[in-house]
């Protein structure tokens, strides 16, 4: 089992920026693929970014692409979600989650959140226009 643990939320105003991180403790870091997920108010959780066990495929959303960058240290049993020229509409909790994968799977990117098993409690992104 793999515990996650959000950090790095705020507020910020509209073209700013933050880096959310999501430190994992438990079983090995780097046989889990990674995701990122945001639910606003209202509205259903939604998929942002996810990266592979291997960190070498990344993908994010089309509303968050050229803003958002997803990465993984597998030292520091970590993953970021860098996140610039925020907008109003990414005001959100964003929560981070983890799937064990096999070897085979390295490569392989989840972007449904029933991919996922094991997620974290969340952290506030608000941003101001």
């Known amino acids: 089992q793999v515990q996650l643990v959000e950090s790095g939320g705020g507020l910020v105003q509209a073209g700013g920026s933050l880096r959310l991180s999501c430190a994992a403790s438990g079983r090995t870091f780097s046989r889990y693929a990674m995701g990122w997920f945001r639910q606003a108010p209202g509205k259903e959780r939604e998929f942002v970014s996810a990266?592979?066990?291997?960190?070498?495929?990344?993908y994010s959303t089309d509303s968050v692409k050229g803003r958002f960058t997803i990465s993984r240290d597998n030292a520091k049993n970590t993953v970021y979600l860098q996140m610039n020229s925020l907008k109003p509409e990414d005001t959100a909790v964003y929560y981070c989650?983890?799937?064990?994968?096999?070897?085979?799977?390295?490569?392989?990117?989840?972007?449904?959140?029933?991919?996922?098993?094991?997620w974290g409690q969340g952290t506030q992104v608000t941003v101001s226009s």
């Open positions: 990266i592979s066990r291997s960190g070498f495929n990344t």
């Open positions: 989650a983890a799937t064990e994968v096999g070897y085979y799977s390295a490569s392989s990117l989840y972007t449904r959140s029933y991919d996922y098993d094991y």
